[in-house]
């Protein structure tokens, strides 16, 4: 498998899944732990002596829970050290002393001192428990948003690119997906700075490791920890089908427990994700080649009644003249002639298209621009028609002296060569074939109209489909090539081309062409 998928996706960090405790043992929350022990302290100098020390120790307890709140377990217990000592200091007789004239105000402050400690230790779990249940929330909702986006991928690179997408915007780093090949692991995915081709011999190990044991591997395991990216494996009730890196950047940046935990849960959903890909890709192969074996047999049927029938015309018509020969007017053995002419040429064009297509479905065709006038063209096309266009009334509509169009000439005679043809068979012989052409700044119009039956509402599109076939075709013969070549040639010159029904009836068969010319 050769599919590879390579997009950088603007970093989304990793905070909103990551599990925070706000600057726990940073010196901003020692910092603020005494600052909550100084308001209550202010607070009670404000009110003055009539300030009740029963009273602040409300208020003290009330700052060593916002401190626990907001700035952690650590916090809280400097607020509640600090808030126990500005009590006993400035509101406990006797003042501005760390005495006391009584036991019980000892055990007054000690009691402080636990009461705070404890309410501070449960704030800090009911904020914690609290926190792990946004975060989990947060866990479900972004799997829930991966497992939908992989659900609605239309096909195996869709999937790809949702999976590159969500693990980018999740983890905020470079993530490979790789699957077992013939010749050791084949990069499915790979963003712009982690590539299979340039892992360490280390990685490279750890990979396939990951992916013979069923096993986390590299970085954050204990298999191959030296590593530098975390590895996991992508498994499904079928076995393991492949391996996720993720290369957290920095100098051995270790994955917390947490995102490991999400991480191998984004991977299952990976894993069977690509799993589900692959089998419809293989069912879309299957199906693409049984469609191809009905149109082998529908070609095969097509060409061997195609082929006897001008075959037979002609082999009738010479053997007559053989055998019979001598016996026939001139007029008869001229009629005989013809006939002959006229089915070595439909055989003639039958082989045409066979090799037009098959130098279509090869991608051999070339074309070959040069600067052409557009009657030389309908000229060219009708001259090699031969009898059938001479025997039809053809109207040439173009603008005066036209200007020279750069164009493929043989392609584009070919075009309409099976333009005029299709025509002809599909319209009454004494009834006119129109061919116009107009000419812009940007494109060469060309259009043939015949008076016809006309094409059926809704196979617009289709009579440009291989082997189609109108349901009158039964009587004009052909293997149902010819606008389907028609369609690959003008498409080959950068144009496109049309089919419309007539009103009352006919059909129009047109092509637009860029005037200087489309890509090669």
């Known amino acids: 498998m050769q599919t590879h998928l390579q997009q950088t996706f603007p970093a989304?960090?990793?905070?909103?899944?990551?599990?925070i405790s706000p600057r726990e043992g940073n010196w901003v929350g020692y910092l603020a732990g005494v600052v909550m022990a100084v308001v209550p302290t202010l607070?009670?100098?404000?009110?003055?002596?009539?300030?009740?020390?029963?009273?602040?120790?409300?208020l003290y307890t009330l700052s060593v829970v916002l401190s626990a709140l907001s700035w952690g377990r650590l916090a809280a217990v400097i607020s509640a050290v600090c808030s126990a000592l500005l009590l006993n200091w400035f509101f406990v007789p006797p003042f501005r002393s760390m005495l006391w004239s009584d036991?019980?105000?000892?055990?007054t402050l000690s009691g402080f001192l636990a009461i705070g400690l404890i309410v501070s230790t449960l704030a800090v779990s009911a904020r914690e428990e609290a926190r792990e249940a946004r975060r989990r929330e947060q866990y479900i909702e972004a799997l829930h948003s991966f497992t939908r986006s992989l659900v609605e991928a239309k096909d195996f690179t869709a999937t790809l690119g949702e999976i590159e997408r969500h693990l980018r915007e999740t983890?905020?780093?470079p993530i490979l997906i790789a699957v077992p090949g013939k010749k050791g692991l084949e990069q499915l995915i790979a963003s712009s700075d982690f590539h299979l081709e340039d892992m360490g011999e280390e990685d490279r190990m750890a990979a396939e490791w990951c992916v013979g044991n069923a096993e986390p591997s590299g970085q954050s395991t204990e298999h191959l920890p030296s590593a530098k990216a975390h590895y996991l494996p992508l498994k499904t009730n079928k076995g393991t089908?492949?391996?996720?890196?993720?290369?957290?950047?920095?100098?051995?940046?270790?994955?917390?427990?947490?995102?490991?935990?999400?991480?191998?849960?984004?991977?299952d959903q990976a894993a069977l994700a690509i799993s589900r890909a692959l089998l419809a890709e293989e069912a879309r192969r299957a199906e693409l080649l049984q469609e191809t074996g009905k149109l082998q047999t529908a070609l095969l049927n097509s060409i061997s009644h195609d082929l006897r029938t001008p075959l037979a015309s002609v082999s009738g018509a010479l053997n007559t003249l053989i055998e019979d020969g001598e016996l026939l007017d001139a007029s008869t053995q001229r009629e005989l002639l013809e006939t002959a002419q006229e089915e070595a040429r439909r055989l003639n064009g039958l082989v045409q298209n066979l090799l037009d297509m098959t130098r279509l479905q090869g991608g051999a065709v070339s074309v070959k621009r040069e600067p052409c006038h557009v009657q030389d063209v309908i000229g060219a096309a009708l001259a090699q028609l031969g009898e059938p266009a001479?025997?039809?009334?053809?109207d040439v509509v173009l603008p005066p002296d036209p200007p020279l169009v750069t164009m493929d000439f043989v392609l584009i005679t070919q075009v309409l060569v099976n333009l005029f043809d299709n025509a002809f068979k599909y319209s009454a012989a004494d009834s006119p074939v129109t061919v116009s052409a107009t000419i812009d700044s940007a494109f060469l119009e060309v259009r043939v109209r015949d008076l016809g039956q006309g094409i059926a509402k809704g196979d617009e599109e289709r009579v440009f489909e291989k082997f189609f076939r109108a349901p009158a075709a039964g009587r004009a013969g052909g293997a149902g090539l010819g606008l389907s070549i028609c369609k690959g040639f003008i498409e080959a010159h950068g144009g496109r081309i049309w089919a419309k029904r007539l009103e009352p009836h006919g059909t129009e068969v047109g092509f637009a062409l860029p005037t200087g010319g489309g890509n090669d």
């Open 171 to 173: 983890f905020s780093h």
């Open 12 to 19: 989304v960090p990793w905070a909103r899944f990551r599990r």
């Open 43 to 58: 607070a009670g100098l404000w009110i003055g002596r009539s300030a009740n020390a029963t009273n602040l120790a409300i």
């Open 241 to 267: 089908i492949g391996v996720l890196g993720l290369w957290p950047h920095g100098p051995r940046v270790a994955l917390s427990a947490d995102r490991r935990e999400l991480l191998s849960a984004f991977a």
């Open 103 to 107: 036991v019980w105000d000892l055990v």
């Open 390 to 394: 001479r025997r039809r009334q053809v």
